[in-house]
């Protein structure tokens, strides 16, 4: 059944998190194509809601119905188990009352098109309101249910961070606040909070980064008064550190490479007038880089290529500053994407620390005598972070660390680590390299 023909809420969201848990879809891009479909903003939030909590806690619930049905409904009827799924989120996390969650998810088996399963759909929830204590017990006592986390996730935690693995764990189970980075260009941080709240959105600026805001709820930030006119941008606090560390200043050659959609480019050029070069290997997603300097007020080069070969892009002038943004398995930011959890393997992480390697040594000979590399990325795996540090400075002897620390977070080799929920942000590493 095509999304447009279904309006029932709950389907809706039973579509498009099947498609994301068990296709390998973006949630992202299943949650906007879910949304055109309804009109009326609480609705869109409902949506968002059930879709992000379902992936969130999918591997919980998803092995709660393997207990509950003798012949799961994974692989034949997708939408129906997904609803599952749903039914149970809505009964444990969002808490809702129990006969107003059964009897509304037992109409959406109907708007699926599926009333022939709406007996089975209601005994499966009644049945776990019956049992829930018990169930929820036994899925407790497995760390890959309690946690809804996969092993290979769960295991490297434990390996990295003996110390803060439960908290990183329990972080990514807790719906991020919006965080936005005020445009200083054309607004001033106070200026914008006072908008948001005649608005009636309730923000706060954040105690360290001085062009952050965090929102007190969320909302489609891109309707609210002042983003249209590029007054403020969203973006995680942990990503608007790069600004500081590469010490821009007016004039400055630099390159942001890995660029898209244009985040940290943008910052920069709030903060100075450096001569930004913005590359990107896929032009749609470097168009996404035009869009959205055009939105903010802000022009600079943008480019189409691969930051790991610089002889199809490099006009052979060096850079004052180069940030590598690198390619990673996005495990910092898990809190906000949760269908990571389900996409991601163990087997993706090798290959990435491959990509990190070339970037870093096709990109330091770009780099001018004296000048900086900022390595970044949003994992918080120790292999993709400070071993790649380590193993490139020990393989360039003009390679020199500079040592920084940052308000939340921890040293990790020669960079920092902040971990998801420390100081309110996401996972986020960074290293920071002078060139001798």
């Excluded at 444990?92 to 969650?101: F, N, S, T, V, Y």
Aim: glycine share 8%.
């Amino acid at each position: 059944m095509r999304g447009a023909e279904v309006q029932d809420t709950r389907a809706l969201a039973a579509g498009a998190l099947a498609d994301v848990a068990l296709k390998g879809a973006s949630l992202r891009e299943r949650l906007k194509s879910a949304q055109e479909t309804l009109g009326d903003p609480r609705d869109r939030a409902f949506l968002t809601a059930l879709c992000s909590e379902g992936a969130r806690w999918w591997l919980r619930f998803d092995k709660a119905q393997e207990d509950l049905l003798q012949q799961p409904l994974r692989k034949r009827e997708p939408a129906l188990h997904a609803l599952l799924v749903l039914g149970m989120v809505q009964l444990e996390i969002l808490k809702l009352p129990p006969h107003a969650a059964v009897a509304a998810t037992v109409d959406a088996t109907r708007a699926l098109g599926r009333g022939g399963f709406a007996k089975l759909v209601n005994a499966v929830l009644r049945r776990w309101l019956r049992e829930r204590d018990a169930r929820n017990r036994q899925l407790d006592a497995r760390p890959e249910t309690a946690s809804a986390h996969p092993h290979w996730l769960i295991d490297a935690l434990t390996r990295d961070w003996p110390e803060h693995d439960a908290a990183i764990l329990a972080a990514n189970n807790i719906v991020a606040p919006p965080m936005s980075r005020v445009n200083a260009r054309r607004s001033a941080r106070d200026d914008v909070i006072a908008e948001l709240a005649e608005a009636g959105i309730a923000a706060q600026p954040h105690p360290w980064l001085r062009d952050a805001i965090t929102l007190a709820s969320h909302s489609d930030l891109a309707r609210l008064p002042g983003f249209a006119q590029g007054n403020f941008s969203v973006q995680d606090g942990a990503a608007q550190c790069a600004a500081d560390l590469l010490d821009l200043r007016d004039g400055l050659r630099v390159l942001d490479a890995c660029a898209a959609p244009g985040g940290k480019t943008g910052h920069m050029l709030e903060r100075a007038d450096p001569d930004v070069l913005a590359l990107e290997r896929d032009h749609v997603r470097a168009a996404s880089i035009d869009d959205n300097l055009h939105r903010l007020g802000l022009r600079c080069e943008v480019r189409t290529g691969d930051a790991g070969k610089p002889s199809t892009w490099w006009d052979g002038k060096p850079f004052g500053r180069i940030l590598l943004d690198a390619p990673c398995s996005a495990t910092g930011v898990i809190r906000r994407h949760p269908d990571i959890k389900l996409h991601r393997r163990a087997s993706d992480i090798a290959p990435l620390v491959r990509e990190q390697r070339r970037l870093l040594a096709a990109l330091w000979p770009l780099l001018a005598s004296g000048g900086r590399l900022v390595y970044a990325t949003c994992s918080i795996l120790r292999e993709e972070n400070e071993q790649v540090i380590a193993a490139f400075v020990s393989a360039h002897v003009d390679a020199e660390t500079q040592a920084f620390e940052l308000p939340a977070g921890h040293r990790a080799g020669a960079g920092w680590q902040i971990l998801p929920g420390e100081g309110g942000l996401d996972g986020m590493y960074y290293a920071v390299l002078q060139k001798a």
